[in-house]
């Protein structure tokens, strides 16, 4: 029974999110349809990453278990031909080995997420980025991110309903960026805490305003408190970017 590995790109804006939910469209469960419509069978499919309702992905990995040994471009073409026209798209199909799982055979993730900081509305970039009124302090937020990588207790960054069994985790990389009137953020890390990234935007988002300073944000994560963490930044602006894994060096 081959495997596939699968790299899958989705506005999230319409979506309930990546897992299959009793109401509401999902990711997951529109892939498994197409799945079915294409080879007659109901499979699970298995993603690198649960992206919350709003969340969108630029390099998902997903991996399926097929009986009939199709050839990679067929499933690519023929899923993409049933996914239409939702704003799901599978970038790429290939034979992974009979051990790999795409949650549980990664070993770095890299979200991005994207700030606009402006007076107008979005209209391009509505529900794709973060809207903020003013232009941000890039620099100061890059400093302030530099506070948090590293292996820390992110309590302060986790959300209450979160069902890791530790809030101690280990950023690789934050790393903020101007690109004209949008600020970018990255973050990487082999795994992260539910809404960890978009806590710690919102809370660099304050510092970006002048209402916060690094050493804020530095008492912040040491108080491991949910209470000290800045607003959460909401779920449009979001994505996930990449899954790298031992033998690769991208998703």
Same mark, same amino acid.
């Given at each position: 029974?081959?495997?596939?590995? @699968?790299?899958?790109?989705?506005?999230?804006? &319409?979506?309930?999110?990546?897992?299959?939910?009793?109401?509401?469209? !999902?990711?997951?469960?529109?892939? #498994?349809?197409?799945?079915?419509?294409?080879? =007659?069978?109901?499979?699970?499919?298995?993603?690198?990453?649960? %992206?919350? /309702? =709003?969340?969108? /992905? %630029?390099?998902?990995?997903?991996?399926?278990?097929?009986?009939?040994?199709?050839?990679?471009?067929? *499933?690519?073409?023929?899923?993409?031909?049933?996914?239409?026209?939702?704003?799901?798209? *599978?970038? +790429?199909? !290939?034979?992974?080995?009979?051990?790999?799982?795409?949650?549980?055979? +990664?070993? =770095?993730?890299?979200?991005?997420?994207?700030?606009?900081?402006?007076?107008?509305?979005?209209? @391009?970039?509505?529900? $794709?980025?973060?809207?903020?009124?003013?232009?941000?302090?890039?620099?100061?937020?890059?400093?302030?991110?530099? $506070?948090?990588?590293?292996?820390?207790?992110?309590?302060?960054?986790?959300?209450?309903?979160?069902? #890791?069994? !530790?809030?101690?985790? %280990?950023?690789?990389?934050? +790393?903020?960026? $101007?690109?004209?009137?949008?600020?970018? @953020?990255? #973050?990487? #890390?082999?795994?992260?805490?539910?809404?960890?990234?978009? !806590?710690?935007?919102?809370?660099?988002?304050? *510092?970006?305003?002048?209402?916060?300073?690094?050493?804020?944000? %530095? +008492?912040?994560?040491?108080?491991?408190?949910?209470?000290?963490?800045?607003?959460? /930044? &909401?779920?449009?602006?979001?994505?996930?970017?990449?899954?790298?894994?031992?033998?690769?060096?991208?998703?």
């Amino acid at each position: 029974m081959p495997r596939y590995k @699968l790299i899958i790109e989705y506005d999230g804006t &319409p979506f309930v999110g990546w897992q299959f939910q009793a109401a509401g469209l !999902s990711v997951q469960g529109l892939l #498994a349809d197409a799945i079915e419509r294409f080879s =007659g069978e109901r499979v699970h499919v298995q993603g690198a990453g649960r %992206t919350d /309702a =709003g969340v969108h /992905a %630029t390099g998902q990995v997903a991996h399926i278990d097929l009986t009939k040994d199709w050839r990679p471009d067929t *499933v690519r073409d023929a899923l993409n031909a049933h996914l239409r026209p939702h704003p799901v798209a *599978v970038l +790429a199909a !290939s034979i992974a080995a009979e051990d790999f799982h795409a949650r549980f055979s +990664a070993i =770095g993730r890299r979200y991005v997420y994207r700030v606009i900081g402006r007076r107008a509305d979005l209209a @391009l970039e509505r529900d $794709r980025a973060w809207k903020v009124p003013r232009p941000l302090d890039a620099e100061s937020m890059h400093e302030a991110a530099q $506070r948090l990588v590293g292996r820390h207790d992110f309590t302060t960054f986790r959300a209450a309903e979160c069902q #890791a069994a !530790s809030p101690v985790k %280990t950023l690789d990389r934050l +790393a903020v960026e $101007r690109l004209g009137e949008e600020v970018r @953020l990255h #973050a990487e #890390a082999r795994s992260f805490l539910h809404h960890q990234v978009r !806590s710690m935007v919102g809370t660099l988002v304050k *510092v970006g305003e002048g209402g916060w300073t690094p050493d804020d944000v %530095t +008492a912040a994560l040491e108080a491991k408190d949910r209470t000290r963490c800045g607003p959460m /930044a &909401p779920a449009m602006g979001l994505y996930l970017a990449e899954v790298t894994y031992p033998d690769t060096t991208s998703s």
